[in-house]
């Protein structure tokens, strides 16, 4: 935390002119993981990063209801994975779909499994493999008390005290089980043995996930029933019902589902996919509109007819980069698709598809978005209003490549406080913000270049993946203000401008005194700005208080928030940072600082994640404004998050910076 704040600059990097109503991913997948030795069953897939490398890894979860397999992870190599999986589970199991986060706070991704079925009706614990430090544990140190048939798990904080707790989905419709759906209860990293919650009824459940359906800041849980209707369970403040809260109308081969907003509207939308196999319906993948905070009974959108007979898989992602959620899907022996998404609405027909040549050599299980070659990161802040009630709030972008700070009244929350849902996006505090307009800051890296990975039950070929081929183009954002005097300095650089000119508003009292919020926002500029970057606008009519500033761009009728920076009150010493430009960077930056009071020597320390001093320089310390030349290779950084200190010794300024 900084001891004195000067001024606070937010870089964002943003997509210029994209491309709208183009899926580009791969014709023919980009890796295929090779395991020839061990003929994996994968089912469960995630795309996260497991040995702390600041990559996406590719976590798969084998057996399913084929043969007791060992899990396994294939590690990113720096912009793909490695083609045989260097990590293996210790124990072998009939593993189904995970779910991945930090179950114990330890700062790295834990993985939690469901196990599936082997032969006659055996039932089997659910398990999670924790991570030390360096990978997962070569066997789990947690297993569930229930035997079960588990297929389908997911992360979600029920009870709101900043813990992700384990809910599951278990049934085997082959054979006749049903079971409840499951709770159970982690408090500071333990795990209860026991559910701490069942449901009264037992279901065909093959998936459960988690989301707010009703806007109120707790987590709900949707269920897929295989055969039945698919059921929702409403959180009632830290706790659910024994009964289902909505019940669809329709019976279908439901066995997976996602939630996300499909038309923008702010309320998540339930997506399933329906399978045939062992009912009479036919297959389709299905969206159930979220109307003002309740799920429709009947699915509204449904997939158009085609030969589909086994859909087996669904995920959002904005795979084209043009603000709304596509959605992934794919099927057994049969080819992964992408439907997409224009405006809302969300084509009937696939717009991107692929099958091998054999179609038996695809068995689609799960479909997965994440940025594997880092090419379209963008490091950006959300501003989010609290309102003293809820617990949960959801980021403006999923997934989440890299959370940074969270702060809330301009306080740092302690990573103990909160949990959070890096594939959905979602924050769950176990105190709920204060009330107050912008006063919740969130600090993360997302992509808007998804790429597509698929795990593949056929054990002889391997799972896949697609890189997106989507023209990125993207642009640096640099925002700074430095107050003098009575005058507001801002500064803005850009590469690869596409705009016809710029506009800046200005917010003055913005969260004052931490909620009291007396806000009058103002176009600051008479006439569009234009010329070329970078740019230097002076605001010569503001006072000694906290501002806000938002960055636009026009282009013809339409207006684009670019950036936004925050100025705080003046105060002595008087020396900050100004801009770290660019950020990410691969190689070098400049690092833009300011001196407006007699100081004595001012140094720049870099700092590791983990808080070990990596390099010290000593800097110019005179009044004005100075560059620095940061350089990677000189200090001998790998790729990774960083942390710039600017000290006197007394004061610091602090600068987070991301290496790719």
């Not at 229930?146 to 029920?158: A, P, Q, R, S």
């Not at 801002?490 to 705009?499: G, P």
Request: aromatic share 14%; with cysteine.
């Amino acid at each position: 935390m900084r001891s004195i704040f000067l001024l606070y600059v937010l870089l964002v990097v943003f997509p210029v002119c994209p491309v709208i109503g183009v899926i580009e991913l791969s014709d023919e997948p980009d890796w295929t993981s090779d395991e020839a030795d061990y003929d994996d069953y994968s089912t469960g897939g995630a795309f996260v990063d497991i040995n702390g490398d600041i990559l996406l890894d590719f976590v798969c979860g084998n057996g399913n209801d084929m043969s007791s397999d060992y899990n396994c992870v294939y590690y990113n190599t720096g912009n793909i994975f490695e083609e045989e999986a260097s990590w293996r589970s210790g124990d072998e199991d009939y593993g189904a779909h995970i779910a991945c986060g930090d179950l114990n706070k330890d700062g790295f991704m834990d993985m939690v499994i469901g196990n599936f079925w082997g032969s006659g009706e055996q039932a089997y614990a659910d398990e999670v493999y924790f991570n030390t430090g360096d990978g997962l544990e070569s066997e789990p140190s947690w297993h569930s008390g229930v035997l079960n048939h588990t297929f389908g798990v997911c992360l979600i904080d029920f009870d709101g005290d900043g813990d992700l707790d384990i809910a599951t989905a278990s049934s085997n419709r082959y054979i006749g089980v049903k079971s409840p759906i499951l709770l159970y209860r982690n408090d500071d990293g333990n795990i209860s043995v026991f559910p701490v919650w069942s449901s009264a009824d037992s279901f065909y459940g093959s998936d459960v996930f988690a989301g707010d359906i009703n806007g109120d800041g707790w987590l709900d849980l949707v269920v897929a029933c295989d055969g039945e209707e698919n059921v929702a369970f409403i959180n009632q403040g830290g706790y659910f019902r024994d009964s289902p809260d909505w019940v669809s109308t329709e019976k279908r081969g439901s066995i997976r589902c996602v939630l996300g907003d499909v038309n923008g509207d702010g309320w998540l939308d339930l997506a399933v996919a329906d399978n045939e196999q062992l009912t009479s319906e036919d297959s389709r993948v299905r969206v159930y509109i979220n109307q003002g905070g309740e799920l429709e009974s009947t699915a509204s959108w449904v997939s158009g007819v085609d030969d589909m007979k086994y859909y087996s898989c669904v995920a959002f992602g904005d795979v084209d980069n043009d603000g709304d959620l596509d959605l992934a899907s794919g099927g057994w022996w049969e080819p992964v698709v992408v439907f997409e998404n224009i405006d809302g609405v969300l084509e009937s027909e696939p717009s991107w598809e692929w099958q091998p040549s054999k179609s038996s050599q695809l068995v689609c299980e799960t479909v997965v978005w994440g940025d594997i070659d880092s090419n379209g990161l963008v490091y950006t802040t959300d501003y989010l209003s609290g309102d003293g009630v809820r617990h949960t709030y959801y980021l403006d972008h999923k997934p989440v490549y890299q959370l940074g700070d969270v702060r809330v009244d301009g306080e740092v929350i302690p990573y103990t406080d909160y949990c959070y849902d890096y594939k959905e996006g979602w924050i769950s505090f176990a105190e709920p913000p204060s009330d107050g307009d912008d006063n919740i800051e969130v600090d993360y890296t997302f992509s808007v270049s998804l790429d597509l990975g698929v795990t593949n039950w056929h054990s002889s070929t391997g799972n896949y993946l697609f890189f997106n081929q989507i023209d990125v183009g993207l642009f640096d954002v640099a925002f700074s203000a430095e107050r003098k005097g009575d005058d507001i300095i801002l500064r803005w650089q850009i590469i690869d401008n596409c705009f016809d000119g710029y506009n800046i508003y200005r917010e003055m009292g913005v969260v004052q005194d931490y909620g009291v919020v007396n806000s009058l926002k103002a176009k600051v500029n008479d006439d569009l700005i234009v010329g070329s970057s970078p740019f230097r606008y002076v605001d010569d009519s503001v006072v000694n208080e906290q501002l806000k500033y938002t960055l636009t761009g026009v282009s013809g009728d339409s207006e684009d928030v670019l950036a936004t920076v925050r100025v705080y009150p003046q105060t002595c010493p008087s020396f900050a940072f100004a801009m770290v430009y660019p950020n990410p960077l691969s190689h070098t930056a400049i690092v833009n600082y300011t001196v407006n009071g007699d100081v004595g020597q001012i140094e720049l320390r870099v700092f590791d994640i983990s808080g070990r001093l990596m390099n010290v320089h000593s800097v110019n310390s005179e009044r004005g404004e100075h560059n620095f030349i940061f350089d990677r290779d000189d200090i001998g950084l790998a790729d990774g998050v960083y942390i710039l200190q600017l000290t006197d010794g007394y004061v610091s300024d602090f600068r987070r910076v991301v290496i790719y």
